[in-house]
């Protein structure tokens, strides 16, 4: 099955950077949806941001826009998440995530990683 195993996650300041990494494996990774996904405690899973391999399509949730940017090495299977001018509300586990084909969906469905955890200090 599909292993996505994600690394990068820690503690930072407010205001501060971050990047999230995802090695994908058992899986066509260039016509796959790659994803972002967090879930803060007490709180559902909500979408962050994904892409297309095949063309670097990237769409992002509305509250990480401008924010976040999505990124992948094709030739190592890995997609990125560059988190900058983080804020304490971007607190949470983050979740990697890969669909089947070409998709907008937001939806939380497909294969996940098992989540690094990132907290933003205020």
């Known amino acids: 099955q599909v292993q996505l195993v994600e690394s990068g996650g820690g503690l930072v300041q407010a205001g501060g950077s971050l990047r999230l990494s995802c090695a994908a494996s058992?899986?066509?990774?260039?016509?796959?949806?790659m994803g972002w996904f967090r879930q803060a405690p007490g709180k559902e899973r909500e979408f962050v941001a994904s892409?297309?391999?095949?063309?670097?399509?990237?769409y992002y949730a509305d509250s990480v826009k401008g924010r976040f940017t999505i990124s992948t090495d094709n030739a190592k299977n890995t997609v990125y998440l560059q988190m900058s001018s983080l804020k304490p509300e971007d607190t949470a586990v983050y979740y990697c995530?890969?669909?089947?084909?070409?998709?907008?969906?937001?939806?939380?469905?497909?294969?996940w990683g098992q989540g690094t955890q990132v907290t933003v200090s205020s």
């Open positions: 995530n890969a669909k089947n084909g070409y998709t907008l969906s937001t939806g939380a469905f497909g294969s």
């Open positions: 892409i297309y391999p095949a063309d670097s399509s990237g």
């Open positions: 058992r899986l066509a990774f260039s016509r796959s949806t």
